[in-house]
């Protein structure tokens, strides 16, 4: 065989010494361990699965997976802190009448169903989510506040009646939106938002006669 020529060309695979690395899309690589970590939680559960578990999902090395997210805590805070800011973000908008608010709920999980059942009934269960599980709880009852807040010159008494009120009604909530999440609940969108929407306005009523307060007007609904 003649000896090779010095001139020429071998061939080296992208990434070997003297080649230049291929580039890495750090933020699409995140959103993907996170996506892969969504799908690996939902079927093994946030207390059981493990950084593992979404490597083998993904089908790269664990330690790459620890490069973006180094630890469990990092991915479920990064999944939580997103859906929390996107429902908060959404209550912002004026309000829609009785009902919108479960509407809104149901029609915002539907772009990723999977980490909002997280959030709504696993997260209680893990010890890494108990922190944003609780941080919902608290969101959504400030967001129910204003639906049964005192009026000027309420006594404590009547004030307490409106607190607990809003705090009660916050696990309803929480399991009407699951239930549309999963549509479990046998109703389609509008008579889901019909229901609900009776029952917010019942609970309402209800409340200020328990607390003997006159009900003040809630601000015109806006189509949504």
Same mark, same amino acid.
């Given at each position: 065989?003649?000896?090779?020529?010095?001139?020429?060309?071998?061939?080296?695979?992208?990434?070997?010494?003297?080649?230049?690395?291929?580039?890495?899309?750090?933020?699409?690589?995140?959103?993907?361990?996170?996506?892969?970590?969504?799908?690996?939680?939902?079927?093994?559960?946030?207390?059981?699965?493990?950084?593992?578990?979404?490597?083998?999902?993904?089908?790269?090395?664990?330690?790459?997976?620890? @490069?973006?997210? $180094?630890?469990?805590?990092?991915?479920?805070? #990064? %999944?939580? =802190?997103?859906?929390?800011?996107? +429902? !908060?973000?959404?209550?912002?908008?004026?309000?829609?009448?009785?009902?919108?608010?479960?509407?809104?709920?149901?029609?915002?999980?539907?772009?990723?169903?999977?980490?909002?059942?997280?959030?709504?009934?696993?997260? @209680?269960?893990? $010890?890494?989510?108990?922190?944003?599980?609780? #941080? %919902?709880? =608290?969101?959504?009852?400030?967001? +129910? !506040?204003?639906?049964?807040?005192?009026?000027?010159?309420?006594?404590?008494?009547?004030?307490?009646?409106?607190?607990?009120?809003?705090?009660?009604?916050?696990?309803?909530?929480?399991?009407?939106?699951?239930?549309?999440?999963?549509?479990?609940?046998?109703?389609?969108?509008?008579?889901?938002?019909?229901?609900?929407?009776?029952?917010?306005?019942?609970?309402?009523?209800?409340?200020?006669?328990?607390?003997?307060?006159?009900?003040?007007?809630?601000?015109?609904?806006?189509?949504?």
């Amino acid at each position: 065989m003649a000896p090779m020529s010095t001139s020429t060309k071998v061939s080296v695979p992208r990434g070997r010494p003297g080649q230049p690395k291929p580039r890495v899309d750090k933020a699409a690589r995140g959103l993907a361990v996170l996506e892969a970590a969504v799908q690996v939680f939902a079927e093994k559960g946030l207390q059981v699965a493990t950084m593992q578990d979404v490597a083998d999902r993904m089908g790269v090395a664990k330690i790459l997976i620890y @490069r973006l997210y $180094p630890s469990r805590q990092s991915i479920i805070d #990064a %999944l939580f =802190a997103d859906i929390l800011a996107r +429902i !908060e973000a959404d209550a912002g908008r004026p309000w829609g009448g009785y009902g919108s608010s479960i509407a809104r709920l149901v029609t915002l999980s539907r772009s990723n169903p999977k980490l909002a059942l997280l959030l709504l009934r696993d997260a @209680r269960g893990a $010890p890494e989510a108990l922190a944003w599980r609780e #941080a %919902l709880e =608290a969101l959504l009852t400030k967001l +129910i !506040e204003p639906f049964v807040a005192p009026t000027p010159g309420a006594s404590e008494a009547q004030r307490a009646t409106c607190r607990h009120a809003a705090r009660t009604f916050m696990p309803f909530v929480i399991e009407a939106w699951a239930a549309g999440v999963e549509e479990t609940d046998g109703m389609d969108d509008e008579t889901r938002t019909r229901w609900f929407g009776e029952i917010v306005k019942a609970w309402r009523e209800a409340t200020y006669a328990a607390a003997d307060l006159s009900p003040p007007p809630l601000p015109p609904p806006h189509a949504s």
